[in-house]
């Protein structure tokens, strides 16, 4: 069964940094892109960004590029969002999802981690 | 404002099928890229109910189902159940921003 579970949120200020992980498991990790997908509070959906399976293409939306940066740790089965800068406006629900490609253009999410909540805030 | 504008709200009554309607352009669903379909219950992740238009993934309930027609999409649910009470979201690819694009989503009650 594929799982993936992210950790890493919290309460930060403003203009600081966090990183949030996904744990994957249940497929072969490497083989795939994987996504991060953000959701404010009371709000829709977002994209965040997008990572290849071999971690040397990566897309962002416009309101995160220059600030956050996605990775993954094959080895580890992990996937990163390290988010620089934060904003009130950053405040949401971080998912990471599996997307069904090796490479991310034009791509489906599945299936969803739980989510974690980052919160920007003095 | 999202780039992919969806009705904030559908309702109807249990058996009754209802549709949501998914509007983009043709930077997006009008330039053939493909319609995703994701359902949200309350307090849980998104989960996918229509990929590639019209594709249910296994365990998807064939009450639901997705078309697309020009720049739009639609997600038709038949037989309505209280279960399917939830936000829904289309997604898409959009070239000119390079990367994925969601709807507002749509709440759907049933009465």
């Known amino acids: 069964e594929v799982q993936l579970v992210e950790s890493g949120g919290g309460l930060v200020q403003p203009g600081g940094s966090l990183r949030l992980s996904c744990a994957a498991s249940?497929?072969?990790?490497?083989?795939?892109?994987m996504s991060w997908v953000r959701q404010a509070p009371g709000k829709g959906l977002e994209w965040v960004s997008d990572i290849s399976g071999s971690g040397h293409t990566t897309y962002y939306a416009d309101s995160v590029k220059g600030r956050f940066t996605v990775s993954r740790d094959n080895s580890k089965n992990t996937l990163y969002v390290q988010m620089n800068s934060l904003r009130a406006e950053d405040t949401a629900v971080y998912y990471c999802a599996k997307c069904p490609n090796f490479d991310s253009s034009d791509n489906w999410f599945d299936p969803w981690g739980q989510g974690t909540l980052v919160t920007v805030s003095s | 404002q999202s780039v992919l504008t969806q009705p904030p709200s559908v309702s109807g009554a249990p058996g009754q099928r209802v549709t949501i309607s998914c509007t983009g352009s043709s930077s997006n669903i009008g330039s053939g890229y493909n319609v995703h379909w994701y359902q949200q219950l309350p307090g849980t992740a998104p989960k996918l109910l229509i990929y590639?238009?019209?594709n249910r993934p296994s365990g998807v309930p064939d009450r639901f189902s997705g078309s697309k027609s020009g720049t739009s999409a639609s997600l038709a649910i038949t037989g309505l159940q209280a279960e399917d009470e939830a936000d829904y979201y289309c997604?898409?690819?959009?070239?000119?921003?390079?990367?994925?694009?969601f709807g507002g989503g749509t709440k759907l009650t049933v009465l």
């Open positions: 249940g497929f072969t990790f490497n083989t795939y892109a």
């Open positions: 997604q898409s690819y959009d070239s000119r921003l390079s990367g994925s694009v």
């Open positions: 590639d238009h019209n």
